[in-house]
């Protein structure tokens, strides 16, 4: 009897070859790549075999739009012969596809662009008989392929006659030699004209020309030089419709760029400026003139003078200060995936119970099915939330994973949106039919960088947070939030948290954010000093021991923090007690949700909120409609009656110090006197009073005085 199969297909390498990248480009194109070649290997096997991820579109137009998915799919194939032929099939075709991409791509093609393409993939392969346990047909599936892998095998580069690649490696993945490169555009220091000179690093043969490299012009700054396999995501975007990738620069820009669009006053001079170099909005990009004409030359662009882009900046810049716009010069890449997917697709009996609620077995392969569909639903959420809005831009959402750059004014907003979508998108309805014993979840890496930081080591911390979230937390079934801040100085700064404190770290931020005076209002503006976060830390510090963690109780803390939130809060006095009440409460539940003894951590969070509050632009924070706040909001019960007992401390204390210094202020009386009973002293009540002095009106008046007529007049000599 023919059995069915279990059929696993994976492409390989994934993260090196996505995040070996110097541009934005590099790493979108990586990702649109490794997911035309899935989907040339799911069209070869058939869509409607395919359990995980979710391929069964009605159409194939739906199916041509999907832009993400990850890098290996599971099928059920009806026999051993139907797996060895699609399997070969299906490597096949995906070799042809890349080498087909590249061929388009590159410049020119020879034996050291041939070895560098045909050797970069890794394809693999398995397919397991099906029996009745398909938990356990499965299980096996994985643990054969994670086997193959660790036992791969690999050729050595054989070209130009050498065994291995000598030479200078590429900019972006430093592993392979670089075969293309563009020229260095100098001044001769005895003619002043512009000449070009080919990089020192250029191996030449004996007739004077570069052994294996080809200078080329397009998409390549200068002194720039690339593999084969590199040069290809570079060029892999340039035949489409929207071939630019946003930079970072443009990233950090997003809000202000987007709703200075319509402006017609500033609308020929933004366009000008983002053809050349999203970096050309930034001060300290145009301050120098040489500055100005390397980004020009790097362009290609010789249609603005230094002048003219001056001239642009200046424009653009006026108009958007008058929106309350400034040029924010940090943004942040968000990575995340679901928390424990193995143990959820292999159907661990921790997480997904054998039967459901109506006693019946649950399905494994039906599971995988709908969990694989409502992944992609809420992948395609992700994608219209972020990059319709004009949040940010994705670079690739499939499945369980997501990667993408967030503009920082929508940062906090969207993580809440994101966790609420995945409840209500994913975990809740499978919840409900499969009676999960755990609910789904997803974990969070962010890194804010600075516009000019090495995208590398952006993106690579980011995932670092991303895996020190799940570790921090691994014990509480994960659903964490890390994010760190890659200051301009150097600094860093980290803090982890649960996923469900991300609100609390957004409405401190609103209560960081300064309030302007609202014309035609009584309402005056109103602020907290930016010392308060410090000033803060300072007084915790006094009440830590050495082994930084608090040595009072819960209640005196919290009176501490309010007393801070008093004397750091300047503007409105009507608004005083309700700013205060409110910011005192949000501080201290989330120092009680960093699990009291993390000190560090929660003021690691603090610093960062006081961060994006210097960096963001006035009033244009992003704030999800179910956290809007009315402005009219009043303190709870608690937060009033807390507020009276300061205010009673308060006079209490003051009524101390007056009495103590009336005492200091009264001479010392000597011994008759302080024997004297105090009911002998003449009472205040028996004074005279001043009803009784002389009255002014009794004054002999100015009128009665000799008036200056009357004085003798001075002679006349």
Same mark, same amino acid.
């Given at each position: 009897?023919?059995?069915?199969?279990?059929?696993?297909?994976?492409?390989?390498?994934?993260?090196?070859?996505?995040?070996?990248?110097?541009?934005?480009?590099?790493?979108?194109?990586?990702?649109?790549?490794?997911?035309?070649?899935?989907?040339?290997?799911?069209?070869?096997?058939?869509?409607?075999?395919?359990?995980?991820?979710?391929?069964?579109?009605?159409?194939?137009?739906?199916?041509?739009?999907?832009?993400?998915?990850?890098?290996?799919?599971?099928?059920?194939?009806?026999?051993?012969?139907?797996?060895?032929?699609?399997?070969?099939?299906?490597?096949?075709?995906?070799?042809?596809?890349?080498?087909?991409?590249?061929?388009?791509?590159?410049?020119?093609?020879?034996?050291?662009?041939?070895?560098?393409?045909?050797?970069?993939?890794?394809?693999?392969?398995?397919?397991?008989?099906?029996?009745?346990?398909?938990?356990?047909?499965?299980?096996?599936?994985?643990?054969?392929?994670?086997?193959?892998?660790?036992?791969?095998?690999?050729?050595?580069?054989?070209?130009?006659?050498?065994?291995?690649?000598?030479?200078?490696?590429?900019?972006?993945?430093?592993?392979?030699?670089?075969?293309?490169?563009?020229?260095?555009?100098?001044?001769?220091?005895?003619?002043?004209?512009?000449?070009?000179?080919?990089?020192?690093?250029?191996?030449?043969?004996?007739?004077?020309?570069?052994?294996?490299?080809?200078?080329?012009?397009?998409?390549?700054?200068?002194?720039?030089?690339?593999?084969?396999?590199?040069?290809?995501?570079?060029?892999?975007?340039?035949?489409?419709?929207?071939?630019?990738?946003?930079?970072?620069?443009?990233?950090?820009?997003?809000?202000?760029?987007?709703?200075?669009?319509?402006?017609?006053?500033?609308?020929?001079?933004?366009?000008?400026?983002?053809?050349?170099?999203?970096?050309?909005?930034?001060?300290?990009?145009?301050?120098?003139?040489?500055?100005?004409?390397?980004?020009?030359?790097?362009?290609?662009?010789?249609?603005?003078?230094?002048?003219?882009?001056?001239?642009?900046?200046?424009?653009?810049?006026?108009?958007?200060?008058?929106?309350?716009?400034?040029?924010?010069?940090?943004?942040?890449?968000?990575?995340?995936?679901?928390?424990?997917?193995?143990?959820?697709?292999?159907?661990?009996?921790?997480?997904?119970?054998?039967?459901?609620?109506?006693?019946?077995?649950?399905?494994?392969?039906?599971?995988?099915?709908?969990?694989?569909?409502?992944?992609?639903?809420?992948?395609?959420?992700?994608?219209?939330?972020?990059?319709?809005?004009?949040?940010?831009?994705?670079?690739?959402?499939?499945?369980?994973?997501?990667?993408?750059?967030?503009?920082?004014?929508?940062?906090?907003?969207?993580?809440?949106?994101?966790?609420?979508?995945?409840?209500?998108?994913?975990?809740?309805?499978?919840?409900?039919?499969?009676?999960?014993?755990?609910?789904?979840?997803?974990?969070?890496?962010?890194?804010?960088?600075?516009?000019?930081?090495?995208?590398?080591?952006?993106?690579?911390?980011?995932?670092?947070?991303?895996?020190?979230?799940?570790?921090?937390?691994?014990?509480?079934?994960?659903?964490?939030?890390?994010?760190?801040?890659?200051?301009?100085?150097?600094?860093?700064?980290?803090?982890?948290?649960?996923?469900?404190?991300?609100?609390?770290?957004?409405?401190?931020?609103?209560?960081?954010?300064?309030?302007?005076?609202?014309?035609?209002?009584?309402?005056?503006?109103?602020?907290?000093?930016?010392?308060?976060?410090?000033?803060?830390?300072?007084?915790?510090?006094?009440?830590?021991?050495?082994?930084?963690?608090?040595?009072?109780?819960?209640?005196?803390?919290?009176?501490?923090?309010?007393?801070?939130?008093?004397?750091?809060?300047?503007?409105?006095?009507?608004?005083?007690?309700?700013?205060?009440?409110?910011?005192?409460?949000?501080?201290?539940?989330?120092?009680?949700?960093?699990?009291?003894?993390?000190?560090?951590?929660?003021?690691?969070?603090?610093?960062?909120?006081?961060?994006?509050?210097?960096?963001?632009?006035?009033?244009?924070?992003?704030?999800?409609?179910?956290?809007?706040?009315?402005?009219?909001?009043?303190?709870?019960?608690?937060?009033?009656?807390?507020?009276?007992?300061?205010?009673?401390?308060?006079?209490?204390?003051?009524?101390?110090?007056?009495?103590?210094?009336?005492?200091?202020?009264?001479?010392?009386?000597?011994?008759?006197?302080?024997?004297? /009973? !105090? @009911? =002998? &002293? *003449?009472? $205040? %009540? #028996?004074? +005279? /009073? !001043? @009803? =009784? &002095? *002389?009255? $002014? %009106? #009794?004054? +002999? /008046? !100015? @009128? =009665? &005085? *000799?008036? $200056? %007529? #009357?004085? +003798? /007049?001075?002679?006349?000599?």
């Amino acid at each position: 009897m023919i059995s069915q199969h279990l059929f696993l297909f994976t492409i390989g390498p994934v993260q090196s070859f996505i995040a070996q990248a110097r541009k934005t480009q590099d790493l979108y194109a990586g990702s649109r790549i490794l997911s035309e070649l899935i989907k040339t290997a799911i069209k070869k096997v058939g869509r409607d075999k395919v359990v995980f991820p979710y391929a069964n579109y009605k159409t194939d137009k739906e199916w041509d739009a999907v832009e993400s998915l990850p890098n290996r799919f599971v099928a059920i194939l009806e026999s051993d012969t139907e797996a060895q032929t699609l399997g070969e099939s299906a490597k096949t075709a995906v070799e042809t596809k890349w080498a087909a991409i590249a061929q388009r791509a590159l410049p020119r093609w020879n034996t050291g662009v041939d070895a560098q393409i045909n050797q970069h993939l890794d394809i693999y392969w398995i397919a397991q008989p099906l029996s009745d346990n398909y938990r356990d047909d499965y299980a096996t599936l994985e643990r054969l392929m994670g086997a193959i892998k660790n036992s791969r095998s690999f050729e050595q580069f054989q070209y130009n006659d050498t065994i291995g690649e000598q030479g200078r490696k590429c900019s972006l993945d430093g592993e392979r030699n670089a075969l293309f490169y563009r020229k260095t555009e100098v001044k001769d220091k005895k003619t002043g004209a512009i000449v070009t000179q080919t990089p020192s690093f250029i191996l030449f043969g004996e007739k004077g020309k570069p052994i294996y490299a080809t200078p080329v012009q397009s998409r390549l700054d200068q002194g720039e030089a690339l593999s084969a396999v590199s040069y290809t995501k570079r060029l892999f975007l340039q035949d489409e419709k929207d071939s630019q990738f946003p930079s970072t620069a443009k990233i950090a820009l997003l809000k202000v760029l987007t709703q200075m669009k319509g402006n017609e006053n500033v609308k020929i001079c933004m366009n000008m400026l983002m053809r050349i170099n999203d970096q050309l909005f930034f001060e300290e990009n145009i301050r120098s003139d040489k500055v100005i004409e390397k980004i020009l030359k790097d362009a290609n662009d010789d249609s603005l003078g230094v002048n003219a882009v001056k001239s642009c900046h200046t424009t653009f810049w006026t108009y958007a200060k008058q929106k309350r716009h400034k040029p924010l010069k940090y943004y942040a890449i968000l990575t995340f995936d679901g928390d424990s997917m193995g143990k959820w697709l292999s159907g661990d009996t921790n997480l997904l119970p054998e039967k459901d609620i109506l006693g019946k077995d649950i399905d494994l392969q039906q599971f995988q099915t709908d969990f694989s569909k409502k992944l992609e639903l809420f992948a395609a959420y992700t994608r219209k939330l972020i990059d319709d809005k004009k949040y940010g831009k994705t670079v690739y959402a499939g499945g369980d994973d997501y990667l993408g750059f967030i503009n920082l004014n929508y940062l906090l907003g969207i993580l809440i949106d994101l966790r609420r979508a995945y409840n209500n998108m994913v975990s809740e309805p499978l919840e409900k039919d499969y009676n999960l014993l755990k609910p789904l979840s997803f974990s969070a890496g962010v890194c804010i960088a600075h516009y000019k930081e090495p995208l590398a080591l952006v993106l690579n911390t980011a995932r670092e947070m991303q895996s020190k979230a799940k570790d921090t937390y691994e014990q509480q079934d994960k659903d964490a939030l890390a994010i760190t801040v890659i200051k301009g100085s150097g600094e860093t700064a980290e803090t982890v948290w649960k996923n469900e404190q991300t609100t609390k770290l957004l409405q401190i931020l609103q209560h960081f954010q300064d309030e302007e005076d609202k014309e035609g209002t009584d309402d005056k503006g109103w602020y907290f000093s930016n010392k308060l976060v410090v000033v803060l830390q300072q007084e915790f510090k006094r009440l830590t021991n050495t082994n930084n963690t608090l040595t009072v109780d819960a209640d005196l803390l919290k009176h501490e923090i309010s007393r801070i939130t008093q004397r750091q809060y300047n503007g409105d006095k009507k608004l005083k007690n309700t700013k205060c009440a409110n910011l005192s409460k949000l501080l201290f539940d989330l120092y009680k949700a960093s699990n009291e003894a993390k000190i560090d951590n929660y003021f690691a969070a603090l610093d960062i909120l006081r961060f994006l509050n210097r960096q963001l632009d006035e009033q244009h924070l992003y704030i999800p409609e179910d956290e809007q706040t009315t402005e009219d909001e009043q303190t709870t019960e608690d937060e009033q009656t807390t507020e009276d007992e300061h205010k009673t401390h308060r006079r209490r204390t003051n009524n101390r110090r007056r009495t103590n210094n009336r005492r200091n202020k009264q001479p010392r009386r000597t011994t008759t006197e302080a024997n004297t /009973p !105090k @009911t =002998n &002293k *003449q009472p $205040k %009540t #028996n004074k +005279q /009073p !001043k @009803t =009784n &002095k *002389q009255p $002014k %009106t #009794n004054k +002999q /008046p !100015k @009128t =009665n &005085k *000799q008036p $200056k %007529t #009357n004085k +003798q /007049p001075q002679p006349i000599l």
